[in-house]
C-alpha cells in the first residue's frame, strides 16, 4: 500500500488576505457582469498578491553565535557608523533592499527581548538611497540579546506605503522568528555591536532567517 502524500499550500501572510479578497471579488464581478476583463484584472491580481504575500518557512540556523539576515534581498551597504537615534553607540550597519520580487517577510536576527519599538513617518523616497535610514517612514525595534543591543529598522521605499509589524515591546522573540513585513519593496538595515565578524558584502543576496551575515562570540 502506497502511503498517501500531503500536499503543503503555499503560506501566506496575513496582511495579504484583504489583497486576496479584493482580487477574488473582481474574478466574482467579472463572471456576473459578463465583464471578462474585470476576471482578468481579479486573476492577474490574484496571482501577484498571492506571489507576493508568499511566507515559506525557513531552515533556522541554531549556532548560538550566529545572527541571521532579517529580510530577503540584495546587500546594499555595510560599513561602521555611530547610531545615535536609538543605540547611542558604535554599530556595524549591513542593509538590505528588498526588491517587489523578494519574500517581505522579516525576521529577528537573534533570540532576544524587544526592549524598545518605534514607529517614525517620513518620506517615501527610493530605499536603496543612503539618506532613506533617515527621511524614509520607518520602524525601529531594539533588541536585548545577551547582553548585547542589536537594532532592525524597517523602511519604507518608493512603492512601500506600510509597515506591519507583529511585534511589541518586552516580548521575547526565538533567532528567525517573524517580526513583520512591509509592503511592497523597501529595505532592513541590521545594527550589529562593533565586536560583530559580518560575513556578507555588498551585492551579495540573503534570506531572512536562513542566511547567516555575522557571527559573534
Not at 80 to 102: G, K, S
Not at 134 to 158: C, D, S, Y
Amino acid at each position: 500500500m502506497v502511503a498517501s502524500t500531503k500536499i503543503k499550500w503555499p503560506q501566506i501572510a496575513a496582511p495579504g488576505y484583504s489583497f486576496l479578497a479584493a482580487s477574488g471579488l473582481l474574478i466574482l464581478l467579472g463572471w456576473l457582469l459578463h465583464w471578462g476583463w474585470l476576471g482578468l484584472v481579479g486573476l492577474a491580481g490574484l496571482a501577484f498578491f498571492g506571489y507576493f504575500f508568499r511566507d515559506p518557512e525557513r531552515d533556522i540556523p541554531r549556532e548560538p553565535g550566529a545572527v541571521v539576515a532579517p529580510a530577503d534581498g540584495k546587500v546594499v551597504f555595510v560599513d561602521e557608523i555611530q547610531e545615535d537615534r536609538y543605540l547611542n553607540a558604535p554599530a556595524r550597519r549591513v542593509a538590505i533592499f528588498m526588491n517587489v520580487f523578494d519574500v517581505h517577510v522579516n525576521r529577528t536576527p537573534v533570540a532576544g527581548t524587544i526592549t524598545a519599538a518605534q514607529h517614525r513617518d517620513g518620506c517615501f523616497k527610493a530605499a536603496w538611497r543612503a539618506d532613506a535610514c533617515t527621511l524614509n517612514e520607518q520602524m525601529a525595534l531594539v533588541l536585548e540579546a545577551n547582553g548585547r543591543r542589536v537594532l532592525v529598522v524597517q523602511i519604507a521605499g518608493l512603492l512601500a506605503r506600510r509597515i506591519v509589524s507583529y511585534v511589541q515591546p518586552g516580548q521575547y522573540l526565538e533567532k528567525g522568528e517573524r517580526l513583520g513585513m512591509i509592503c511592497f519593496g523597501s529595505r532592513v538595515d541590521l545594527y550589529l555591536p562593533p565586536e560583530a565578524e559580518i560575513l556578507i558584502k555588498v551585492g551579495d543576496r540573503v534570506q531572512a532567517g536562513n542566511t547567516v551575515v555575522a557571527r559573534w562570540e
